[in-house]
């Protein structure tokens, strides 16, 4: 006997804007503080997640809300923490002489490491050597801006591994290697980015006092490493992640084959972290300051907003033909999704632009023109505010545990994103979109 369905309802969706709404307003008001808790976080998740799971359930739609939270949810947590322990295993401990040249070399690493070991990593790799380098310059600001911009949001364009959004994309029937193909865009992006800052920190350098130059010159040290038995633990992950999949082993993409065969990638993601946390010195994951805060608040959040994304995204395709309408151009959802990534999230922001655009030759895929906008749209644009992607608050933070002076939210968007980002953003998009 068939299970009538009930018709997707337009209320469905205020759920999961409620949830946006409150990761984008609830860090600016009164209840920061309140929010900083990650218990709080949850507590918010589950008020607005567990009536909509209800509903999807009563509704016909038990089997919907499963996939997304056992298949979508489940994965997507488990390689960030993946990445987020092996990475914070890793130490790079060292003063250099700050020099422009010195600066732009650290923020470009990161750069070219944000793809492939997670903008997360790669950020939290070396945002404290680069923090220590520049600890007796006296204009440091920008430095930081800049590095939030190349290291936490840019530079994880190539694959999965670099971006929440890409690796969702992936769930959906992205090739690991299709982010390939926005090499260019990439490249063209970071280097005008690096050498914008190049020279932005050599006009800054030229009026640096002399004392702090000659402070500088005394304190360097050496650049030494700890924890290298993770850079074996964080290629397993990248092998993982690229090679268990149903595409190499036909058994996981049998639509009856059980949980624990469909999930084996994620089993293999559990037991690096086990390897990570047992073969790691505490003493080095001391000297990092690593902890499971930054991790865990992603875990609260995102449950809240897989929960309530899964009905939202099912009235969305409803309407896809009427918003196809609007939207008929790949630049029109690069800028569509780039906003709402700066000013929400970028991971929902690029599966509901996703999921109205033109379909590809993939089911589950817009068209190649469309993924890429959507793509490079989340993974640029989110670097337009603090909140646009999980790292950018991070590294704002340990800056102002360092003693450096962040701008404002608002402060932020018109020094930094509108003045500098913006221009170039445009560029790239006239330029390849």
């Known amino acids: 006997m068939e299970t009538t369905l009930t018709a997707i309802p337009e209320w469905i969706i205020l759920p999961f804007v409620a949830m946006l709404l409150c990761i984008a307003i609830f860090p600016l008001t009164k209840l920061e503080h309140w929010w900083e808790h990650n218990l709080h976080k949850l507590y918010v998740s589950l008020a607005l997640g567990v009536p909509v799971a209800i509903w999807m359930c009563v509704n016909g739609y038990a089997h919907n809300i499963e996939h997304q939270m056992i298949y979508d949810y489940v994965p997507f947590i488990l390689l960030l923490m993946a990445l987020f322990v092996t990475t914070g295993g890793i130490r790079i401990k060292g003063d250099l002489r700050a020099t422009p040249t010195t600066n732009t070399a650290i923020i470009g690493i990161g750069w070219l490491l944000a793809s492939f070991m997670g903008t997360t990593g790669a950020a939290m790799l070396l945002i404290r050597l680069l923090i220590q380098t520049i600890s007796e310059r006296k204009h440091k600001v920008h430095t930081i801006m800049f590095f939030i911009a190349i290291v936490a949001n840019c530079g994880g364009l190539l694959t999965p591994l670099g971006d929440p959004p890409l690796f969702l994309l992936f769930q959906k029937g992205a090739e690991f290697t299709w982010f390939f193909h926005l090499t260019p865009e990439w490249l063209v992006t970071g280097v005008i980015l690096l050498i914008t800052y190049f020279c932005t920190d050599t006009y800054y350098y030229k009026r640096e006092p002399k004392d702090c130059l000659e402070a500088d010159d005394k304190n360097t040290t050496s650049v030494s490493f700890g924890g290298l038995i993770n850079v074996v633990w964080l290629l397993c992950v990248i092998a993982s992640t690229m090679f268990i999949n149903g595409k190499y082993i036909p058994a996981m993409a049998e639509h009856d084959a059980p949980f624990y065969i469909k999930l084996l990638r994620e089993w293999v993601f559990v037991a690096i972290i086990i390897l990570s946390m047992a073969t790691t010195k505490k003493e080095t994951r001391k000297e990092n300051e690593f902890s499971w805060t930054p991790i865990l608040e992603v875990a609260c959040v995102f449950i809240g907003i897989f929960a309530t994304m899964t009905p939202a995204l099912m009235y969305l395709s409803e309407m896809k033909g009427e918003i196809q309408q609007i939207l008929s151009q790949p630049w029109q959802y690069l800028y569509g999704t780039g906003t709402l990534s700066a000013f929400l999230d970028n991971a929902p922001t690029a599966v509901v632009f996703n999921s109205m655009a033109p379909e590809g030759e993939i089911a589950g895929l817009a068209a190649d023109p469309f993924l890429a906008a959507i793509s490079i749209g989340a993974v640029f644009f989110g670097a337009l505010t603090y909140i ?21 939210f608002f402060g932020y968007i018109f020094k930094f994103s509108i003045v500098v980002l913006l221009p170039i953003y445009i560029i790239v998009q006239l330029l390849f979109i």
Request: charged fraction near 15%; charge should be positive.
């Open 388 to 408: 646009g992607n999980g790292p950018n608050f991070m590294v704002k933070s340990i800056a102002e545990q360092s003693g450096i002076k962040m701008p404002s």
